[in-house]
């Protein structure tokens, strides 16, 4: 009998004690996974209509929102030791756990082609000063997405062991120098950063600076049990979500907000900031490793997601996701992204649901021989009717407007089934 070696990775059962990761581990994971540039640009729109004040308002109700949403779904990981995907089965039956998982990895490979090009854009232009457009790109700058693309793949192809080294690395990279570029663009600007933050207020509340918030990390968010199955307790893989990813969310808003209103023009990120200072290399290094521990976090998903699909091994789905993800890249990165914002209104009702399905039939979670639906199809009725609402009635926040009503269609199934 041919020797198998052991899935470190836990793809389609319970992350044993042994799998459990340290403290630090999990949160320089659970940080790296918030280190965003699309964050950057909502910290720039905040800047652009709310002062100081209420930026800090807006970062404090959004935080705790979306600290809520992913603390739970953190507990529920780490206590279960179950992917998201796995969780699906018993919330949206065996075949119904195939929605969430394909709205999730399709998600995810698309944020990861922008991602790519996201890199490879800027650095095209400023290290080799060529021109770049939505008409055209220069085969330089394809080279630079096929060879981000092989990197980024490699790290969630190898699993949690490499996405955690990437993160020892990159966190306190990204964070360390991005915060003295950020004090760098302060000192050198005319006016206080209250001040700057004054000129252009007043054409957005907090409530919808909150609101997105909320909208740039919900989507992401909903993937949190991949990782944080891998926390000592429950306990554990709340807090150091909820503690992460408002430290990581904040961070990038700040960078985009500094940059924003000190840099101004075109600037939407910190690999503005740092090539004003002059500091090119250090802004290609913050650009890429800032995106990386975003991109491989997110293919990780999408090899769990399309693994629970189609049976194949979450190695071969990574490796297929990111081929997929770099070919098509560049027509993402200038076509896509406005659907990507649309699908993210579509992932919060599922996480809803794996929240309110896990509090109301734990014991189903902690138990593995139980018997599961094939579809349950309130579920997956909420999760349509939520992403309907979610894209469509524009008020208050929309994906809190999505997961009420995805929990209100399963609690009448609920409600159904018992009777």
């Not at 600290?67 to 279960?80: K, M, R, V």
């Not at 554990?236 to 940059?259: D, R, Y």
Request: aromatic fraction near 12%; hydrophobic fraction near 55%.
């Amino acid at each position: 009998m041919a020797y198998k070696k052991p899935d470190v990775d836990f793809t389609s059962s319970r992350v044993t004690p042994e799998g459990r990761k340290s403290n630090l581990s999990m949160f320089m994971v659970m940080l790296g996974f918030t280190f965003f540039s699309a964050s950057m640009w909502v910290g720039q729109q905040m800047a652009a209509g709310l002062n100081f004040g209420q930026f800090i308002g807006a970062l404090i109700l959004g935080g705790i929102i979306l600290g809520a949403y992913t603390g739970a779904l953190g507990y529920i990981g780490a206590e279960t030791g179950l992917t998201l995907d796995m969780l699906a089965h018993r919330s949206f039956g065996r075949k119904g756990s195939w929605l969430p998982s394909a709205m999730i990895s399709f998600t995810q490979i698309g944020w990861f082609g922008v991602g790519l090009a996201m890199f490879a854009i800027p650095v095209a232009k400023e290290l080799l000063g060529l021109e770049v457009t939505i008409d055209h790109m220069p085969f330089v700058g394809y080279v630079l997405v096929a060879v981000a693309g092989i990197l980024m793949t490699a790290s969630a192809y190898f699993g949690i062991k490499s996405l955690t080294l990437i993160s020892y690395i990159a966190v306190p990279a990204v964070g360390i120098l991005g915060t003295v570029a950020m004090i760098l663009a302060v000192k050198r600007g005319d006016s206080t950063l209250i001040d700057q933050f004054a000129v252009n207020s007043g054409t957005l509340s907090v409530i919808g600076g909150a609101g997105m918030v909320v909208g740039s990390f919900v989507s992401g968010g909903t993937a949190t049990p991949n990782f944080a199955r891998f926390s000592k307790s429950a306990k554990i893989g709340c807090l150091v979500t909820v503690i992460a990813f408002f430290l990581g969310n904040s961070l990038m808003f700040f960078f985009g907000a500094v940059s924003s209103i000190y840099v101004g023009g075109a600037a939407n990120d910190i690999f503005d900031v740092m090539m004003k200072l002059g500091l090119f290399w250090m802004a290609v290094l913050v650009l890429g490793l800032n995106i990386w521990t975003t991109n491989d976090n997110a293919l990780y998903s999408s090899g769990l997601g399309l693994s629970n699909i189609f049976g194949w091994s979450k190695k071969t789905m990574v490796l297929i996701a990111g081929i997929i993800g770099t070919i098509t890249a560049v027509w993402l990165y200038w076509n896509f992204c406005g659907w990507l914002n649309i699908l993210n209104c579509t992932l919060p009702p599922i996480g809803a649901i794996l929240i309110i399905s896990y509090f109301m039939n734990r014991q189903a979670y902690l138990e593995d021989k139980i018997e599961i639906k094939t579809v349950n199809w309130a579920s997956v009725i909420g999760v349509v009717l939520g992403a309907v609402v979610a894209n469509l009635l524009h008020w208050g926040i929309a994906s809190i407007n999505g997961m009420v009503v995805a929990v209100i269609c399963y609690l009448i199934g609920y409600r159904l089934d018992r009777k």
